[in-house]
């Protein structure tokens, strides 16, 4: 089945530790996102990338990093310089235009302490 | 800039009652519109969209119809089930920035049977 894998579900972090989100895709998406969820919020953006080895900031990409070397992979990464990392993290894909219909996988919640 | 507002929850309902999420948008000219659904735990998936004036969406016997003169976008449905809770968010993309998504704070509805 095609689809969007983020993972873990659930990570936890010590404060100060940058720490990685995976996310894979396999529907042949050209553009690829990550947004923020927080309680009682809508989604923000974080990163996105059209084509491999280009991405562009969002809305809040302070404190975060990417990388696009594959057309299935969008890592992210959570850096120590992210004042509150605690949140829902979403990745999405969209197959035609950049920001067209986008999917979602099932987001990874990560905390730190 | 382009925005956009719905209703706040949380909404409860009992089984088989109707429903309605209101949703209003502010952006030039003619934005897509879109209605997501977020199950407890999981990502988003896309619930149905209208990409012009007038345009009616619907699935799984939700319905929205794109009104320009009142820049609304307001999720229906005539008998709910339990099964159809969930948060759900209204969301526009727009040409002027890019097709960039803008998301809705979110509308927690729960149905009791």
Not at chain 2, 77 to 97: E, I, R, W
């Amino acid at each position: 089945d095609g689809g969007i894998t983020q993972s873990p579900k659930y990570l936890f972090r010590k404060e100060g530790q940058n720490v990685t989100l995976s996310c894979e895709q396999n529907l042949n998406h050209d553009a690829m996102y990550w947004y923020r969820q927080d309680p009682g919020q809508g989604l923000r953006l974080i990163y996105y990338s059209q084509i491999v080895n280009d991405f562009q900031k969002g809305d809040i990409a302070e404190g975060y990093s990417v990388s696009r070397e594959k057309k299935e992979s969008f890592p992210l990464t959570v850096t120590s310089a992210q004042k509150n990392p605690t949140a829902f993290y979403l990745c999405a894909s969209s197959p035609d235009r950049l920001f067209g219909e986008q999917y979602f996988g099932p987001g990874t919640r990560l905390t730190v302490t | 800039g382009n925005s956009v507002t719905q209703m706040e929850g949380p909404v409860t309902l009992s089984e088989e009652a109707f429903l309605t999420i209101n949703c209003t948008y502010t952006a030039t000219g003619y934005p897509s519109l879109f209605w997501y659904v977020q199950y407890p735990g999981e990502g988003l998936q896309l619930l149905l969209k209208a990409t012009k004036a007038d345009d009616k969406g619907s699935n799984k016997g939700f319905e929205a119809t794109y009104r320009k003169e009142t820049t609304s976008f307001h999720l229906e449905k005539g008998s709910v089930q339990v099964s159809d809770s969930a948060v759900y968010f209204c969301a526009l993309s727009h040409t002027n920035t890019g097709n960039q998504f803008y998301f809705g704070t979110g509308t927690s509805l729960t149905v009791i049977p």
